[in-house]
């Protein structure tokens, strides 16, 4: 699936705009601010793969995004919340609230009816695994999923943006 994709400058700003739609209804101004950033810091990834990523770190990363997903599907908030950083879990208070946020603003990734991996991408020393999404209504978006580590060297999801797919023109 990978090879048709492309980083073109063009769908970035799309992608923004609509990743920042998606936030905006979770009301929360930090929120917004935080994904603008993100969706902005798209537009200059790289492929990792040749930096000293192990396939076994790039196994864990998307076991952890196949589990929260998995716990979504249960309506498990406790699951999926295990699965989100601590500054994430600390923003959100409690499992209820971050599942109502996903169940609302991400319905794409709260209930899919598939998910395909792409080639893993560093942006600054942050890994994003990037997924291309068939949400419950049939629709397809790319799902951007901020990954870091924790002290214990779990990984850990610390953001998702969706957008429009890259390379599927307007």
Known sequence: MEGGFENGRGYCLQGAATAVEAV???GTKMVVAVALAAAFMLCS???TGADGK????MA???QV???QIAAFGRDDAEGAFRFAT????????TAGSFIE???????????PQRVDFLPLEEHEGQLVQPALVVGPDGALVEAFYFMEQDSAGQWRISGCILAKP???GT
């Open 45 to 47: 990834f790289s492929a």
């Open 65 to 67: 995004i196949t589990d």
């Open 101 to 111: 946020m996903v169940r609302t603003g991400y319905s794409a990734v709260y209930h």
């Open 86 to 93: 601590r500054d994430l879990q600390r923003q959100f208070g």
């Open 166 to 168: 890259r390379g599927l």
């Open 54 to 57: 192990d396939p076994a770190s």
């Open 24 to 26: 905006i209804m979770t």
């Open 60 to 62: 864990a990363i998307r």
